[in-house]
């Protein structure tokens, strides 16, 4: 009978971390690997692994968790042969306009996506977890096992070279 109880108890909570985290490991994947078809499955996978493994997350580290593992599998997605030579090909992230946002801020995020796509994979996932995860530099490093000073300069690496590519779009380079 505790089983029982114990079991709708754990089932409760992956139920609460599913509809707290899902929309945020959707978007990640989606940010990472520019394929909602591909995101959904990483989605799909994370919250397997956190049904399988659940029991072994630190309590208020779930986000953390969950966000390094969909890093994790995008990741391995992206070493596979195939998709590489598949996907590397495809359409950047497009972003789907606000009802309130004018022309001219649809056109900066998309520059700005643009660019985001056309950093390398160590800036890219470092500018996702940052601007669009909202996570800040430490938990950053946890999440990745990196020193803080790492994040740091990846983030400032990051910036500069997303100045420089968004500077070549105006001039039209």
């Known amino acids: 009978m505790e089983e029982s109880v114990s079991a709708r108890q754990d ?4 139920e609460a971390l599913y509809a707290q985290y899902a929309d945020d490991v959707l978007r990640m994947a989606y940010f990472y690997l520019a394929d909602r078809h591909k995101a959904e499955d990483v989605c799909q996978d994370v919250f397997i692994k956190l049904y399988t493994h659940g029991h ?3 309590p208020g580290k ?3 968790w969950l966000l390094r593992v969909t890093v994790n599998c995008c990741r391995d997605l992206w070493r596979g042969a195939w998709l590489k030579r598949v996907v590397l090909g495809a359409p950047s992230l497009e972003l789907i306009p ?6 001219e801020q649809r056109e900066e995020k998309e520059a700005l996506m643009r660019a985001v796509n056309r950093l390398p994979a160590v800036f890219r996932e470092t500018v996702l977890l940052h601007y669009y995860q909202g996570l800040g ?3 950053i490093a946890q999440m990745l096992d990196l020193p803080e000073g790492t994040i740091s300069s990846r983030l400032s690496r990051a910036r500069k070279k997303l100045e420089v590519l968004l500077k070549g779009e105006e001039t039209g380079e």
């Open 11 to 14: 089932d409760a909570q992956f």
């Open 56 to 58: 072994t997350i630190e």
């Open 62 to 64: 779930e986000k953390a």
């Open 98 to 103: 606000a009802q309130d946002e004018t022309i």
């Open 137 to 139: 530099i430490s938990e």
